[in-house]
């Protein structure tokens, strides 16, 4: 069981995601809409790890993980992008994140990308 924070500028995908973690016992502490929310609520919250949407408005996840990173290096990212992303998911793993998974979400991958990162 881990302690995750969701970041997504789209509700449903929050809430989509926030189902299949309560559903494998992960408790969702927060949720942000942007990285700029994301980097207040992990330094606020300090999760075991963040979902992070790599698209949002105002600061993008990939520029949330480099400042996550900056002030936490251990922090567990896994990004969330849309097909057809690949560029950008090179970029966030390059930035530090741990894994990625792709929208639509298919639950036995994203607790496979979690569980992963979490050992």
């Known amino acids: 069981m881990a302690r995750i ?10 809430m989509t995601l926030t189902s299949i973690l309560q559903n494998a016992n992960h408790v969702v502490i927060g949720e ?13 919250l300090k999760p075991d790890l963040v979902t992070m949407d790599i698209t949002m408005p105002e600061m993008s996840g990939i520029e ?4 996550i990173k900056k002030e936490d290096p251990s922090a567990k990212i896994v990004m969330c992008s849309a097909m057809g992303q ?23 991958r994203v607790l496979d990308a979690i569980n992963r990162v979490l050992r």
């Open 5 to 14: 924070l969701i970041v997504d500028d789209a509700k449903f995908m929050r």
């Open 32 to 44: 942000a809409e942007n990285g700029n929310e994301a980097i207040e609520l992990y330094q606020s």
């Open 64 to 67: 949330a993980v480099k400042h």
């Open 86 to 108: 690949q560029k950008m998911v090179v970029e966030a793993i390059e930035a530090g994140a741990k894994d990625f998974i792709i929208k639509p979400f298919d639950e036995i």
